[in-house]
């Protein structure tokens, strides 16, 4: 039997620690063929969704894909996103959180995550600099 990935269960720890901690928790995917997302906010090829549970309706993160149900625009729409698609989750606030290593749709084992650790210091750890880091803007 395959060893299972460790990705959505360090999903599903990170959302509850932001809903747990009063932050918003954001996942950054990677669009595909497989993702169903409203196109019109994807921007090179990637979107950072609002997983909070008053943005969403029916959030499911399983252990194949997130699905839910969020208004975009004002237009209510079903979003679903595979495992393999998710890039990283974090809080909005303080941008703590993982973020995974690419993976191809056959990689199931377990996954590679870069975090920010936890310092000893008085002062936080500036978050890590990577490619993929997303970039939020407003949009009105």
């Known amino acids: 039997m395959p060893e299972r990935s460790t990705k959505p ?3 599903r720890a990170i959302h509850e620690w932001c809903a747990d901690s009063g932050y918003t928790p954001y996942l950054s995917v990677k669009v595909d063929e497989n993702t169903r997302v409203p196109m019109e906010f ?3 090829g990637e979107i950072v969704l609002n997983l909070a549970y008053d943005a969403t309706h029916k959030l499911t ?3 194949d894909q997130v699905q839910f149900a969020a208004r975009f625009g004002g ?3 079903e979003c679903s996103v595979p495992m393999v698609a998710v890039i990283g989750i974090f809080a909005r606030e303080n941008g703590q959180g993982l973020f995974f290593a690419p993976e191809s749709d056959s990689a199931t084992a377990g996954s590679h995550t870069v975090s920010q650790p936890a310092s000893t210091d008085s ?5 890590p600099a990577s490619p993929t880091r ?7």
């Open 9 to 11: 269960y360090l999903i």
């Open 134 to 140: 997303p970039k939020l803007q407003i949009v009105k």
């Open 42 to 44: 994807v921007k090179n």
């Open 61 to 63: 993160i399983g252990n």
């Open 123 to 127: 002062k936080p750890a500036p978050p």
């Open 75 to 77: 237009v209510s729409r």
